[in-house]
């Protein structure tokens, strides 16, 4: 059972305008949200996290918004440049564990000149 | 260090063979995972060590496969016997602890071929 889904296994955007990356949890325990960008041969990079007391976190470029009631969240980046191509993943812990993540399959983002 | 190191960068090895694979977390960091990445999935937990602590296993898919990790800083995953569904991705990550949300920051991973 999947309990971290991001649904679009790719996404193209133009330069400048914005990209939305989404992601669907089934978990309810979990509380603690997480994106990562990873470029290939290199290990996932953190981007941006969002507990599940607030609803947006938003960090220059990268916004995090998060929906409890539809277990969904999204990832805002505007204005995208190419330099943000890349596979972003969605992640999620839960206290009471060793809080390890349960990461989505990923996006590819490919961000057109 | 600067970062997370893992190594080798790629390992080739026959089925039946066993492979140790190595992680050097960020220095002063008390947590350290291991996951992998089969081709097209997302990232699987395999094992969770914190401080001196046992560690969390739960995530190990079978008996062939077993970490440790020596002085609270440097782990080895060993994968005993290995087959052709272990070629993945071998991901390592550390972090200060499960304070707050526990970012975790990762290696390049170690890219393992079985033939």
């Known amino acids: 059972d999947q309990q971290v889904k991001q649904n679009s296994p790719s996404l193209s955007v133009q330069e400048g305008r914005i990209s939305i990356l989404n992601c669907d949890y089934t978990?309810?325990?979990?509380?603690?949200f997480l994106w990562y960008k990873k470029y290939p041969a290199e290990g996932p990079t953190f981007l941006i996290s969002?507990?599940?007391?607030?609803d947006k976190n938003e960090d220059g470029r990268f916004t995090v918004f998060l929906n409890k009631s539809a277990k969904h969240l999204s990832l805002h980046i505007v204005p995208s440049q190419p330099g943000d191509s890349a596979v972003y993943f969605c992640?999620?812990?839960?206290?009471?564990?060793?809080?390890?993540?349960?990461f989505g399959s990923g996006t590819q983002l490919t961000v057109l000149p | 260090g600067a970062g997370v190191s893992q190594s080798p960068s790629n390992k080739v090895t026959e089925k039946g063979k066993d492979v140790e694979l190595r992680c050097d977390p960020i220095?002063?960091?008390?947590?350290l995972y291991w996951y992998r990445q089969s081709l097209g999935q997302g990232l699987e937990f395999l094992i969770y060590?914190?401080?001196?602590?046992?560690?969390?296993k739960s995530g190990l898919p079978s008996d062939r496969f077993s970490a440790e990790r020596t002085g609270g800083s440097v782990s080895t995953l060993t994968i005993q016997r290995t087959q052709q569904e272990d070629s993945a991705v071998y991901l390592c990550?550390?972090?200060?602890?499960?304070?707050?949300?526990?970012?975790?920051?990762f290696g390049a991973g170690t890219r393992l071929s079985v033939l």
């Open positions: 990550a550390s972090s200060l602890g499960l304070a707050g949300g526990n970012i975790q920051y």
């Open positions: 978990n309810s325990m979990f509380d603690y």
């Open positions: 969002i507990s599940s007391i607030k």
């Open positions: 992640a999620a812990s839960r206290e009471g564990s060793a809080r390890q993540l349960t």
């Open positions: 220095s002063g960091h008390t947590a």
């Open positions: 060590f914190q401080g001196n602590s046992a560690p969390d």
